[in-house]
């Protein structure tokens, strides 16, 4: 008989900035099979920060179009910054039976 293909779970840890989340996450990553989402932001990157692995870097005219297609999960808009969750990759990867959280 074969197997039957579960959906991925979907999880969300939420805090303010020096909450803890990274570390929560970094041990998450190493000690269960669950992949973190990559999140959109329209700031520059930071020294040490690699496109698509720590952020997708994208201009805030291109964001604001993802928006207006309903593309992300999730957004906001912080100190002039968007920063949000795109919706298709989380999407594929649930639909795969992987597990996905997202640090927001």
């Known amino acids: 008989m074969p197997e039957e293909k579960h959906s991925?779970?979907?999880?969300?840890?939420?805090?303010?900035?020096?909450?803890?989340?990274?570390?929560i996450c970094k041990q998450l990553l190493?000690?269960?099979?669950?992949?973190?989402?990559?999140?959109?932001?329209?700031?520059?990157?930071?020294i040490g920060e690699t496109e698509g692995v720590s952020y997708y870097f994208v201009e805030k005219e291109d964001f604001l179009s993802k928006i207006q297609k309903n593309g992300f999960?999730?957004?906001?808009e912080v100190y002039g910054n968007?920063?949000?969750?795109?919706?298709?990759?989380v999407i594929e990867?649930?639909?795969?039976g992987v597990d996905v959280?997202?640090?927001i």
Do not use: N, Q
């Open 8 to 23: 991925g779970k979907l999880f969300i840890l939420s805090g303010p900035s020096g909450a803890g989340k990274g570390t």
């Open 73 to 76: 999960l999730e957004y906001a």
């Open 30 to 46: 190493e000690e269960t099979d669950v992949e973190l989402s990559v999140s959109m932001t329209t700031r520059k990157p930071r």
């Open 93 to 96: 990867k649930l639909a795969a």
């Open 82 to 89: 968007y920063y949000g969750t795109p919706k298709a990759p």
């Open 101 to 103: 959280i997202l640090e």
